[in-house]
């Protein structure tokens, strides 16, 4: 089949009210039936099982809809949307498809119904399910346990700065180890959370060859240090040679090294973060592990070794009934005989020094054990050709990006092939255009694409881009994103002011995103709303 | 292939850095100079360069056309390079005229590059000469070097004008070559916040002290050097910066030992930590603080080594010029090697906002004091505060 690249795009345009617009008073979907007698008698009046603090005073404003103006009304908005089924090789978060299956696997009764407190006895099922990957991930990392419950890959990195200072502060060193050292270059949730949990941070600078120096690392630790968090690869696609020596640098001063390991789409099955020396280290299943990103449930996967282990928050899935020939470091978990039958059954346990929970109970068990799902379907020697593809398809993009005028490789000395991905600017294109790599973005959404993600570190490359193919799509998608791209970039030199103005195919226009850069107009909590606009 | 570069210094460059001046723009601030006893200090980075484009045996048939004295000859013959001599009349003191005269005769003369020595009101007078039709290149020996023309140190001034000429004679002959160029930014100070150079200025003040305004006066063409020799223009601060520096500068000022002297350098960040204790800095010098009060403001070399000798301790809080990653040795020369030799490598504090840092091309803090000092302790890595419980490593080297 032939198709005339890019494709002619134009988002469908309902002219659609809020949905406090729509409806009628006293409309309704679903008309609930009164409380038999008999329940409430067992059960007591249901507004009294609210806190009385947390109960309205007056009802909700609620829109009043028939069911079938409710479906209309999103089927509307989500046809207004790119729905997240055109091509995104949106970067610095690895994008993945998430299977069809994967969702009807949650449905199930048996996961869709579980309550968290209800016994282990009756959902040994899925606690089989979160030891089984606990087993996987030990043999991607190497490391000696995983927990699940962080909500994601900022929530773990916090979870490593929690477990070292409880590490540390078990040592007596906690007063004496007060610092943190991470690079510019890694992502931001890592001095973050090192700062959140009280520690000071130290930053190593990129160098010449686009990466932090062991010498800098080597004046940057001593008898202060409790922690290193790194990635590598970083989001320019940069792999750290140096990496093991840099962790021995680290333990030889007493501190502890942690390996987020949210590029680890680039080295699956390619490397151990355990025999790398790391103490720790991080996956998405959100996004490396196939359970989708953004907007949903997410899963920071955190590893430790037995050193860290007792640390870790519960609960904790143990199997009970196991023979000690079932050690699982000896193996994957193929050749577990018995497992959740014959006896064997899981438990849950409290870790004796446990920091206290990050999150609720075991985690997101849906992203769980869609995870687990992939794991399976991809196999050992799958997750590994994964990671070769998706170098193979980077370095793919890498060659045709590098041909397109006014786009510039960050690091552009570095001529090392990078990895999974690689940061580009757009900085030339907009010093000869003044269009920026924003306006690049929406212009492309024009052409049916999803817009690109810019950096984490926008001050280290000026007008950045961070495109990462991954292992999923085919190079017919790939070469439309990047066609596209060439497109606008010559359009951005011809007709600049088409390419500042766009999107003009999308159903709205530009949106003012000034407000969130501007820290007095930022409300995280209710509280916070509630003060900054004065409300009672 | 015969080669032929062009040679002038400012004689008058640089002298009011060490006394505490802020520059050596215009006939008051030179006489303000010498009767604070500055003593000339352009000749000498001027012939450190010479001496090391003269040891470059790769750059062959080497002529030096140069200006008439105090602006050069007698520097270039003593390097051992061969001379041509300009024949332009120049004043006694020099002025800025003359810088223009001179470079004006060595751009009609033909030369593949001019080298001169000074600082930013130099650079603007030589651009205003010459333009684009000849590559510049300046070694530095000014206060303030703010403009991209300047090599990181005379040494590398010496050298990178050795590569360009050796890279002009394998480049065909007779052709232009844009790409052994690239074009930078030449800035000096704006009306209001100095003078242009020496002898051109009208309302220079007699004080190192003012605003921090610098426009750009043009775009010159410099040899291209990709290792980080050449140093960037001075860049401002992104904005969010801010908020952080005015916390880091709360954190510095509540950390202050009653009993020490702090020297307080130059620059925008440093001035917020004597905001933050209620204190006016000159900002463009250095200022002298102890027991939480003013003790010297816009001190030179001079004062400085007075006031030591009345405290136990001295401790230095130093900021980073952005663009160029200058920590000592452009702006604050009266922190001179007498001065630094008595500080400790411990109690030197630098302060900057992390973008500046990240900023950096190569991403290195510079120090430039002269030969007769190398102290050891300023080289190799050394943490920068950019934000409260927040440091940045960074290396320091020439």
Redesign the interface.
């Known amino acids: 089949m032939s198709m005339d690249r890019p494709r002619r795009y134009h988002a469908a345009v309902w002219d659609e009210p809020l949905v406090h617009e729509i409806g009628h008073p006293g409309r309704r979907g679903v008309v609930v039936p009164e409380v038999e007698p008999d329940v409430a008698a067992v059960a007591g009046d249901a507004a009294e099982l609210v806190a009385p603090a947390a109960r309205r005073r007056r009802p909700p404003s609620l829109p009043e809809l028939s069911e079938w103006e409710v479906l209309r009304h999103y089927l509307h908005l989500s046809q207004q949307t790119l729905g997240m089924m055109g091509i995104s090789l949106f970067g610095t978060c690895t994008m993945k498809y998430n299977p069809a299956l994967s969702e009807s696997l949650i449905s199930l009764p048996q996961v869709r119904e579980v309550h968290p407190l209800q016994h282990e006895e009756t959902m040994q099922g899925l606690l089989e399910i979160v030891y089984r990957l606990d087993l996987a991930l030990r043999e991607l990392s190497g490391m000696d346990r995983f927990v699940f419950q962080p909500g994601g890959g900022a929530d773990a990195a916090w979870l490593h700065a929690c477990i070292t200072r409880a590490y540390h502060a078990a040592r007596g060193e906690l007063a004496q180890r007060n610092e943190i050292v991470t690079t510019i270059q890694a992502h931001p949730c890592n001095s973050a959370t090192a700062a959140a949990a009280g520690f000071k941070v130290v930053t190593l600078p990129l160098e010449e060859n686009g990466r932090a120096s062991l010498d800098a690392l080597r004046a940057a630790v001593s008898e202060r240090t409790a922690a290193l968090m790194v990635n590598n690869p970083d989001d320019m696609g940069i792999y750290n040679p140096d990496i093991a020596e840099w962790v021995q640098t680290v333990h030889a001063a007493g501190g502890l090294c942690f390996y987020d390991h949210a590029n680890f789409n680039g080295v699956m099955g390619k490397l151990r973060a355990g025999e790398l020396g790391f103490d720790a280290c991080m996956f998405m299943l959100h996004k490396t592990f196939g359970a989708p990103k953004g907007n949903g449930p997410a899963v920071g996967a955190y590893g430790c070794t037995e050193r860290l282990a007792p640390y870790l928050p519960g609960p904790l899935v143990e199997p009970v009934g196991l023979d000690g020939d079932l050690d699982p470091s000896r193996g994957g978990t193929e050749d577990l005989p018995g497992f959740g039958r014959d006896g064997v059954r899981f438990r849950l346990v409290e870790p004796e020094a446990g920091v206290g929970r990050v999150r609720e109970y075991l985690g997101n068990l849906p992203q769980v054990l869609k995870a687990y799902a992939w794991v399976r379907a991809m196999g050992a020697e799958g997750i590994d050709e994964a990671s070769d593809l998706s170098v193979l398809m980077s370095n793919y993009v890498d060659a045709r990006l590098r041909s397109i005028r006014g786009v510039t490789r960050s690091n552009p000395e570095v001529g090392a092939y990078r990895m999974e991905m690689c940061r580009y600017s757009l900085e030339t294109l907009t010093q000869e255009t003044g269009v920026r790599a924003v306006d690049v973005q929406n212009r492309m959404t024009d052409f049916g694409i999803d817009a690109f993600w810019l950096s984490h570190e926008p001050w280290i490359v000026p007008e950045p881009f961070t495109p990462e193919v991954g292992e999923l799509w085919s190079k017919e998608d790939v070469d439309e994103w990047i066609d596209v791209l060439a497109l606008v970039c010559a359009e951005a030199y011809e007709h600049p002011e088409v390419v500042r103005t766009a999107p003009h195919r999308q159903v709205t226009h530009r949106i003012d995103t000034g407000p969130l850069d501007d820290p007095a107009r930022w409300a995280t909590t209710w509280r916070a709303y509630r003060a900054k606009h004065r409300m009672p | 292939m015969r080669r032929f570069v062009g040679f002038l210094v400012n004689p008058l460059a640089g002298m009011g850095g060490r006394v505490g001046l802020g520059g050596s723009d215009g006939e008051q601030r030179v006489a303000e100079a010498h009767r604070r006893g500055a003593q000339p200090v352009a000749p000498a980075r001027a012939s450190r360069a010479l001496h090391r484009l003269a040891a470059r045996r790769d750059v062959g048939d080497l002529t030096v056309a140069v200006a008439p004295d105090p602006m050069g000859a007698e520097l270039a013959e003593a390097s051992g390079l061969r001379t041509q001599p300009l024949a332009v009349p120049i004043g006694s003191p020099t002025t800025a005229a003359d810088t223009v005269a001179v470079a004006r005769a060595a751009a009609a003369a033909g030369v593949d590059l001019l080298l001169f020595a000074g600082g930013d009101g130099t650079a603007a007078d030589v651009l205003a000469a010459v333009g684009q039709s000849t590559p510049l290149l300046g070694i530095p020996a000014g206060v303030k070097m703010r403009s991209g023309v300047f090599a990181a140190s005379p040494e590398a001034a010496g050298d990178l004008a050795a590569d360009h000429l050796v890279r002009l004679a394998r480049a065909p002959v007779g052709e232009v070559h844009p790409e052994l160029l690239v074009p930078t930014e030449v800035i000096d100070a704006a009306p209001g916040g100095g003078g242009a150079s020496t002898g051109g200025g009208g309302a220079a003040p007699t004080g190192g002290g003012g605003s921090m305004q610098s426009a750009l006066v043009g775009v010159a063409l410099v040899p291209r050097a990709?290792?980080?020799r050449l140093i960037g223009p001075k860049s401002s601060s992104?904005l969010?910066s801010s908020s952080a520096l005015d916390a880091l500068a709360e954190a510095v000022a509540s950390e202050l030992d009653p009993d020490t002297l702090y020297l307080v350098g130059p620059g925008t960040t440093t001035a917020r930590v004597l905001a933050a204790l209620g204190l006016e800095a000159s900002t463009l010098g250095v200022d002298a603080v102890a027991g939480g009060e003013l003790v010297g403001h816009d001190v030179g070399e001079q004062e400085i080594l007075g006031l030591l000798d009345g405290y136990p301790r001295t401790k230095l809080i130093l900021g980073v010029i952005g663009g160029q990653g200058m920590l000592l040795g452009r702006g604050n020369q009266q922190l001179s090697p007498r001065v630094l030799a008595r500080v400790s490598p411990e109690d030197v504090t630098i302060l900057s906002s992390?973008?500046k840092?990240?900023?950096?091309r190569?991403?290195l803090l510079r120090v430039d004091v002269g030969v007769e000092a190398p102290f050891p302790w300023l080289a190799?890595?050394r943490?920068v505060r950019?934000a409260p419980?927040?440091?940045?490593?960074?290396?320091v080297g020439a």
């Open positions: 990709g290792d980080g992104a969010g992390a973008d840092l990240v900023a950096l190569p991403a190799g890595y943490r950019v419980r927040r440091d940045m490593l960074m290396r």
